[in-house]
C-alpha cells in the first residue's frame, strides 16, 4: 500500500514539473533549412517539428498550447513566393493549409478564445490585417489603407479580445504602432509618429498592460546625410540602430530595457505567461552573425542565452497557458559579459 501511494504521488509530481515547464515554439536554420522547433523555456529538450524543403517562418502557440500556427512559404521555386498559414498539432502531426490564397498571407495572431487568427495579407493589392474563423474558413478584412498609400502588419490580439495592436507603415513616414477596436474598427495610434523612427511587431503582454516593441532609428544616418554625396546601402545599414521598447497601454510605468545597444536584433518576440520576462532573438553583431534566443527578465534585466547552435535561431513565441519554472542550469549571461 505504501508503494502504491509512493508511485502515484511520483507520477504526480512529474506530471506538475511537466505542465508547470513553459514551451517556446522557434524557427531556426541548425539542420540546413528553416524549420519549426520547440524546447523548454530554460532551453532545454530541443525537438523539431517540422522537416520539408519549404521556408517556414513565425510560429505562435494557441492559447490552450495543443496547436502552432505558422507561416509556409508552399512554392518550392525560389523565384515565386506564396505564404500561406499553415496549423499543426503542438508535436508537429496534422498540418493542414488554414488560407489556401494565391496573396502573401502571414504574421499570425490568434484570438484569446482560439476560434480566429488575426494575419497579415496583401490579398487586396497591400498589406492589411485580416481575420479568419478557423472553423469556417470565412476572413474578413479589418484595416482599410486605400486611399492613403499605407499598408497594416503584423497584429497582435489584446488579452481580453476587444483590440488588435498593429504597425501602420504610412510612405514618407515610416511605421507606428496603431490599435484598431475590433467591433467598431475605429484605429488610433498608441505610439505618435516620430521623424527618422519606425517602430513594428507589437506583442501585448498576457497582463494587457504592456506592449513590447522593434524600433529601428535612422536618426545617425539622417544626421550624417549629405545631399552632395550619393547614399548606398551600406552607409545606411551601418547607420542604422534598432532596440526593444516596452510601451504602456493605459499610463503605467514604463519599464526601461538595457540589451547592448551593439546587438543587431531580430524582429519577433514572445512575452512569459507572467509578462515579466520576454524572448527575443538577437545577434552580438551590429548587422552581422548568426542569431541566438535570449530571455530577459524586466526586474532585473537579466540576459540569459537559450540557444547556442550554428545558424539563424529565432522568432519565439512562449506558450502562455501555464506557468514557467525556475530550472536549474541555466547559461546566464549579463550584459557586461557577452560571449565572443
Not at 504602432?177 to 507589437?202: C, D, F, G, H, W
Request: overall charge neutral.
Amino acid at each position: 500500500m505504501f508503494k502504491q501511494i509512493l508511485w502515484i504521488t511520483s507520477v504526480f509530481i512529474l506530471l506538475i514539473t511537466t505542465l508547470a515547464q513553459a514551451k517556446i515554439v522557434f524557427t531556426s536554420t541548425r539542420d540546413g533549412t528553416r524549420e519549426i522547433y520547440v524546447m523548454n523555456d530554460n532551453g532545454s529538450r530541443v525537438q523539431r517539428l517540422t522537416e520539408n524543403q519549404f521556408f517556414e517562418k513565425n510560429p505562435v502557440w494557441s492559447p490552450d498550447g495543443k496547436q502552432i500556427a505558422f507561416t509556409r512559404d508552399i512554392d518550392a521555386d525560389i523565384r515565386n513566393k506564396q505564404f500561406d498559414i499553415i496549423i499543426m498539432d503542438a508535436d508537429g502531426s496534422n498540418q493542414r493549409n488554414l488560407t489556401k490564397h494565391p496573396a502573401r498571407d502571414g504574421s499570425t495572431a490568434w484570438s484569446p478564445d482560439g476560434q480566429s487568427i488575426a494575419f497579415t495579407s496583401n490579398r487586396t493589392g497591400r498589406n492589411e490585417i485580416h481575420i479568419i474563423d478557423i472553423s469556417s474558413g470565412e476572413v474578413e478584412q479589418l484595416t482599410n489603407n486605400k486611399g492613403i498609400n499605407g499598408s497594416a502588419n503584423d497584429p497582435t490580439w489584446s488579452p481580453d479580445g476587444k483590440y488588435i495592436a498593429y504597425e501602420q507603415y504610412s510612405f514618407g513616414q515610416g511605421g507606428t504602432i496603431y490599435m484598431i477596436n475590433i467591433q467598431t474598427k475605429k484605429a488610433k495610434p498608441i505610439i505618435p509618429v516620430k521623424p527618422n523612427l519606425s517602430e513594428n511587431r507589437p506583442r501585448w503582454s498576457p497582463d494587457g498592460k504592456f506592449i513590447l516593441y522593434h524600433e529601428i532609428s535612422m536618426e545617425e544616418v539622417a544626421a550624417n546625410l549629405d545631399p552632395k554625396k550619393p547614399l548606398f546601402v551600406l552607409d545606411i545599414l551601418l547607420g542604422m540602430t534598432d532596440r526593444l521598447v516596452i510601451v504602456s497601454v493605459e499610463g503605467f510605468d514604463q519599464p526601461k530595457l538595457t540589451i547592448p545597444e551593439e546587438w543587431s536584433i531580430s524582429f519577433t518576440t514572445g512575452w512569459s505567461p507572467n509578462s515579466k520576462e520576454f524572448v527575443f532573438s538577437a545577434s552580438q553583431q551590429r548587422w552581422g552573425g548568426d542569431a541566438e534566443i535570449y530571455k530577459y527578465n524586466i526586474a532585473t534585466h537579466e540576459i540569459i542565452n537559450l540557444t547556442n547552435q550554428v545558424g539563424y535561431d529565432g522568432e519565439p513565441n512562449w506558450l502562455n497557458r501555464t506557468l514557467s519554472v525556475s530550472p536549474t542550469g541555466k547559461i546566464v549571461t549579463q550584459w557586461g559579459q557577452m560571449k565572443k
